[in-house]
């Protein structure tokens, strides 16, 4: 049978009879995908595997538990033959032709009349693969297709008209290959999406054309669309039956105001969903290969967005703080820090633009991390990690341990670092 034969359909098959002759794995497989579609199904097979009766005892399907006989075939809409046995096969699928009725014959796929896809289903989207009567090829066709729909590579938004709803999608620190599957997915999905400054932004290249993008990112001090206007935008355009996502950098619900957004879209009736993203607080550190933790080191760490917090956090070199928004503010946090008790030599580092092309990581100490920042202009988007972790930076010189440890390396971790002494 060559593949131009074939004409692709789906049969509805919610409430009608079908026949499944064999009591193996394939007919148990084969069983169960016609009771996902809402068939009545009827097995025949002197002897059922121990799933078929399962589903039997359950009263989900009938079993009678003897060879197949021609009658049976009478009265019903689908007949999948699985008896192992290519002469018992043949037979039903005989039977069946005699009267019309589609017949899936698993021992000769040549002489059915109808083959059985392999399908995979994302979201509401059903995949089917016929693969010129190869099961195997055609189970990792579909096991390609479903990857790409899941990852977003794939289009899976709607076309039609469909009930509102916004997601809170972190995107990660900036790289595109950080973002979640599952927020990469509603991405590709977003009838509008509302964009911060930070988080992947080269994802907006690869949405649709007639895709609306709503840029209300801020910089320090500095808030074109204040918070309450961009609650205003997620509902308005989710009422309008607009699929909406919110992409942010790092994780929405970490210091993100995901938890205020949500909030808004509930108290007005959207349906909202929060897709956890990969936190800037932990991940950018990573990339200068500073662990927030690390045996023998530190145990616990804090995350804070100013120097205001920073009395609430134990001053010790073994609890790394983190800062967020923090370079405005460096100079008072790394005062009050001193102030706290922790000493002028715990080590300091800076990563700007984690993960991004033009990364930049400065390392220091208390005491010395404000000049430095001041001297080399650093800027936001920076994370900046405070504690002995970050010695452990592949970035730190050689004489960290002994001597003075300020140093600046302009490049990101996946090229040669030039390091500066300052």
Not at 133 to 149: E, K, Q, S
Request: proline share 7%.
């Amino acid at each position: 049978m060559a593949i131009q034969d074939i004409y692709p359909t789906a049969l509805r098959l919610l409430g009608r009879p079908v026949l499944v002759v064999g009591g193996g794995p394939v007919a148990a497989r084969r069983a169960k995908g016609l009771l996902d579609a809402g068939a009545r199904v009827t097995v025949v097979a002197p002897v059922a595997s121990a799933a078929l009766r399962e589903l039997a005892d359950a009263g989900l399907l009938t079993w009678a538990p003897r060879t197949y006989l021609p009658s049976d075939v009478d009265g019903v809409w689908f007949v999948q033959t699985a008896t192992g046995d290519p002469a018992v096969d043949t037979q039903v699928s005989a039977d069946a032709e005699a009267q019309r009725i589609w017949c899936v014959n698993a021992s000769d796929h040549e002489a059915s009349a109808a083959w059985t896809p392999a399908v995979a289903v994302v979201d509401d989207v059903q995949i089917a693969v016929n693969a010129g009567g190869d099961p195997r090829r055609a189970m990792a066709l579909r096991n390609a297709v479903a990857t790409a729909l899941e990852t977003g590579d794939l289009p899976l938004r709607r076309k039609r008209a469909h009930r509102g709803s916004v997601a809170l999608v972190g995107g990660g620190p900036g790289d595109t290959g950080l973002i979640t599957v599952r927020g990469r997915r509603l991405l590709g999905q977003a009838d509008v999406v509302v964009a911060d400054r930070l988080g992947p932004r080269e994802l907006l290249n690869e949405l649709a054309p007639d895709v609306r993008v709503i840029e209300v990112g801020k910089t320090p001090g500095h808030h074109p669309v204040p918070q309450s206007e961009i609650n205003r935008i997620l509902v308005d355009e989710a009422l309008e039956g607009h699929r909406v996502v919110r992409l942010k950098g790092g994780d929405p619900y970490v210091l993100g105001r995901g938890g205020e957004e949500a909030e808004y879209c509930r108290q007005h009736g959207v349906e909202v969903e929060v897709v956890s993203g990969v936190t800037s607080a932990i991940s950018v550190p990573a990339a200068a290969g500073i662990p927030v933790t690390h045996r023998g080191l530190a145990k616990g760490f804090s995350v804070v967005t100013g120097h205001e917090e920073l009395s609430e956090v134990p001053a010790r070199a073994d609890h790394t703080i983190i800062l967020l928004m923090g370079v405005a503010a460096l100079r008072d946090s790394a005062a009050a820090l001193a102030g706290a008790g922790l000493p002028q030599d715990t080590p300091v580092g800076i990563v700007e633009n984690g993960y991004l092309p033009n990364q930049r990581v400065t390392i220091g100490t208390l005491g010395s991390i404000a000049d430095q920042a001041e001297a080399t202009g650093v800027a936001n988007p920076a994370v900046i990690v405070i504690g002995d972790v970050v010695r452990v930076s592949p970035f730190a010189p050689s004489h960290f341990r002994t001597a003075d440890y300020s140093t600046t390396t302009p490049n990101s971790p996946r090229t040669t670092a030039r390091a500066l002494t300052t």
